[in-house]
């Protein structure tokens, strides 16, 4: 397990690779979603058609990055053998993760 400062830098690296990776979706035409940042490293997803809104925070008590999605919860914890958060049940990392659930939704 990791000490705080470990944590909090490993989830701020990886919020930000991710926060980079939606905007770039989606300043591409079409991406069918807004992205917006918050503090302590909150993310929004906002969908206009469907309508709808993922959240994605870190929640540093327990070590994991939280996405609420899909009216489900998805826990990630970190993996240090890929050096990355991964969804323990499906073995995906974060931005694989989150690029499923962005087009599920908007299949929806």
Known sequence: MMDDVEFRKAAETALAALLQHLIAREEEDESGFEVEGGQGGLLNVLFEEPPGKFVITPNA???QIWISAL???????WNPAVAAFVLPRTGEQLIPLLDRLVAEHLKS
């Open 61 to 63: 008590p327990i070590q």
């Open 71 to 77: 009216s489900t919860s998805f826990k990630l914890d």
